[in-house]
């Protein structure tokens, strides 16, 4: 281990939830697979093959460099989408490199069709309507000049998509919010094949959705978080589980993180452990010290709430988690030692420590967690 804590993704946890995910949803739809914010903080590099060999043919990115990396390691024929941020300047080698994007302003459509007439080569565009969302998409007021617009310049682009998102699909407070978005989408596209435009593909779902609002998987859904195998939200997992017979979660983990014991050592009664004064030793006590901390994504809300599991113990996290360290009360443990393995997160023999259970102790999101694993941990693929 050449960093202090190690990621290792398993890869038949992959292989089993897009298995799962095939299977749930509709015959017909495309899974794309939603890798950004370095595929939830598991590592692009990793995930995306280990996804193909699950049969995942199409990638969504946020931006440019996203897109960049996940061609560095994926199959040719993959397809790639870029949701969000591209520079006009580098427009060029996303048309070049065929992979779609999503258009949402006149700037980025006027530049990709410049661009596109300059190379001589197609623009794959997802014309992205706004919904109700209010964050990116075409709103309805310019829907006659965007056709138009689009109607003018079509031997350079291919209609690859016309998409939106919903606001909010994992809590059932957004369900009015929801519904109506897909109606207005539904009327959309269909002024759109008035006008004689003819998307290839419809999507608008991303996990939450798809779950909750199975109408809602059209050609394509985007899915995230369901794949590396957490749920949006615990109520679409309560949506999900009170209509099936086996009770069981069907999704399984993919990451451990996990580190080694650094130092062990004995601290006396009556002594503050950590900065300040949050941990005062009741009586004497032996600890071990754990290289990671805030900087690496192990939150400072998990000070003195935080359990670690060391040789199939659960151990608490006393005093506050600094920078580049977190400290436990062994004082009650056998057997502990320098070089001890440390699970941060995932299994452990009989114990697991799931990010949802973690994320919760720590006020975070499951995907604000993941993503916030730093991108220079070191990153496995085990086969279990
Ligand atoms: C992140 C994202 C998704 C995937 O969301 P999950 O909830 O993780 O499935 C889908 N669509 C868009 C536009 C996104 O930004």
Redesign the pocket.
């Known amino acids: 281990m050449n960093t202090p804590s190690v990621i290792e993704l398993s890869n038949e946890s992959i292989q089993h939830n897009i298995h799962f995910l095939r299977k749930f949803i509709k015959k017909g739809t495309l899974i794309s697979s939603?890798v950004?914010g370095n595929a939830y903080g598991h590592g692009i590099e990793l995930y995306v093959p280990a996804a193909e060999e699950a049969g995942i043919i199409h990638f969504?990115v946020?931006s440019i460099d996203e897109a960049k990396r996940v061609c560095q390691v994926k199959s040719p024929e993959t397809e790639v989408m870029i949701?969000g941020w591209i520079p006009c300047c580098e427009i060029d080698w996303v048309i070049a490199n065929d992979i779609s994007f999503w258009v949402f302003d006149f700037e980025r459509l006027d530049c990709a069709i410049t661009k596109a007439k300059e190379l001589g080569k197609k623009a794959l565009l997802h014309i992205e309507l706004e919904t109700g969302m209010n964050r990116t998409g075409f709103d309805l007021v310019f829907l006659r000049e965007l056709i138009k617009v689009l109607n003018e310049s079509k031997d350079h682009y291919v209609l690859k998509g016309l998409c939106t998102?919903f606001a909010g699909a994992e809590s059932i407070a957004n369900h009015v919010r929801v519904q109506r978005q897909f109606k207005i989408f539904k009327r959309l596209h269909k002024v759109f094949l008035e006008n004689d435009l003819h998307p290839e593909r419809l999507h608008a779902a991303?996990?939450?959705a798809t779950i909750t609002y199975p109408n809602t998987q059209l050609d394509m859904v985007?899915?995230?978080?369901?794949q590396y195998g957490y749920w949006?939200s615990s109520e679409t997992f309560i949506h999900y589980i009170s209509r099936r017979k086996r009770k069981t979660d069907p999704i399984k983990r993919i990451i451990t993180w996990k580190s080694r014991v650094m130092v062990v050592k004995e601290v006396k009664q009556g002594s503050f452990v950590s900065y300040g004064t949050t941990y005062l030793a009741t009586e004497d006590k032996r600890i071990a010290v754990i290289p990671t901390g805030y900087s690496h994504g192990y939150s400072r809300t998990l000070s003195n709430t935080g359990r670690v599991l060391i040789n199939e113990q659960r151990i608490a996290v006393i005093g506050m988690v600094n920078m580049n360290m977190l400290i436990v009360d062994i004082t009650y443990c056998t057997d502990i030692k320098q070089g001890d393995e440390v699970v941060l997160i995932g299994r452990q023999g009989e114990l697991d420590i799931s990010v949802s259970s973690f994320s919760e102790l720590s006020d975070q999101l499951n995907?604000e967690l993941l993503v916030r694993l730093p991108s220079s941990i070191e990153r496995k693929l085990i086969q279990q």
């Not at 985007?222 to 369901?226: C, E, N, Q, Y």
């Open positions: 939603v950004k969504s946020f949701m998102h991303s996990s939450a985007r899915i995230g978080i369901l949006p995907y």
